[in-house]
Structures are given as C-alpha cells and as structure tokens.
C-alpha cells in the first residue's frame, strides 16, 4: 500500500509566521510610543491650562472686588485699601449702603499670599482664611498714589493697585528642564478703583 502525501495545506510556514509577528511587534511598538509620547503631551498641556486659569481666575476675583474699594454711598469713614505689605491687601466697600462695614461679608475682604504653602487666601472679616488659588509661586501688589510715586503707608492716598500673580504647574514636566520641571505663568494687572477719589 502506498500512501498519498497532501503538500498542498494553504498554510502559513513557520518562517512566515515569524516574519509577520516581528512586522506586527514593530508596528505596535510604534503605536505604543506614539500613544504614550500624545499622552505626555496632552498631561503637560492640561497642567498648563490648568495653571492659566488658576491665575487668570485669582487674578478677575480680585480685580472685581478692587474696582467696588471704598464705595461708600452711606457716608460712613473707612479706608477703601489698606495695604499691609507687598503680599497682603485689605478691601472694603459699604455694599448694603447701611453706613458701616460688616465684617464676614462681601464688604471687608482680605487677600494674603500664604509663601509656605504656594497659595493665595481670601479672608472675610473676622472668618477663616480660605484658599482662592493653589500653587501660587509669587503675589505681589504695588500701591500708587495720584501722581503715579508708589506708597507703603498712607492708605488714603492709595488710587491704583498693581497686582502681580505668579502660579506654577502642580506637576514638574520631565521635558522641561527651567525651574525645576514647573512651568510659570506670570498675570499682571494695574486697577484704578473708581470709588478712590483723585
């Protein structure tokens, strides 16, 4: 008896096998590189964005409530702006028009720059401070008198207020090699409150 030898299988050699699994290693390690490399990048991207707004955010509540310093439709006495040092500023405003600041509201507002921990505060009155922004590097205000020279000490001759606001990644980017891996963003502002009479 003779036996039929089929070598006609429509199979793949194992050299083929071998040959397509090292182009299909190459092409998913090269997907893989990419992904990874997009990720990087969109986790930097986001980190800075996230920085912008926490400085452009600081940066609009402050100057909102610096433009209403020394609104005082009742008539009563009270320093609009009290500057303490270049990193903590007092504003009030008498909002509800009753002749007298109320502390714990909207009316006396306290801002501070809290150097240990890289933020900004915001206090009301008499309460506890409360974070306004995170991973704040430097915050700074310079007071102006009307005819432009800078003041430290006299709080009536305050008429502008120039805010400097420095914040930081939360996260050190490893591509990024100036300050320690932490990008900046520096916001600059100078606000004439109109309620400071000139």
């Known amino acids: 008896m003779k036996c039929s030898e089929n070598r006609n299988t429509g199979g793949f050699t194992l050299i083929e096998l071998l040959v397509s699994m090292g182009i299909g290693m190459v092409v998913l390690g090269a997907v893989t590189t990419t992904f990874m490399s997009q990720t990087k990048f969109y986790s930097a991207q986001e980190q800075v964005n996230e920085m912008e707004q926490n400085a452009r955010g600081a940066l609009d509540i402050i100057t909102r409530e610096l433009k209403m310093a020394g609104y005082n439709p009742g008539g009563a006495i009270f320093a609009g702006v009290t500057f303490y040092d270049t990193s903590q500023l007092q504003i009030k405003a008498d909002l509800n028009a009753v002749s007298d600041i109320q502390d714990n509201t909207n009316e006396n507002i306290t801002y501070a720059y809290d150097d240990s921990n890289f933020r900004i505060t915001r206090t009301l009155g008499g309460e506890t401070a409360q974070v306004l922004a995170d991973n704040i590097t430097a915050f700074t205000f310079t007071?102006?008198?009307?005819?432009?020279?800078?003041?430290?000490?006299?709080?009536?001759?305050?008429?502008?207020?120039?805010?400097?606001?420095?914040?930081?990644?939360?996260?050190?980017?490893?591509n990024y090699t100036a300050n320690g891996g932490y990008r900046t963003y520096q916001v600059i502002a100078t606000i004439t409150p109109l309620n400071l009479a000139f």
Do not use: H, L, M, W
């Not at 006299?154 to 050190?172: F, G, L, M």
């Open 143 to 174: 007071c102006y008198k009307a005819d432009g020279a800078t003041t430290t000490t006299t709080s009536s001759e305050i008429r502008q207020v120039k805010i400097d606001i420095t914040a930081r990644t939360a996260k050190p980017d490893p």
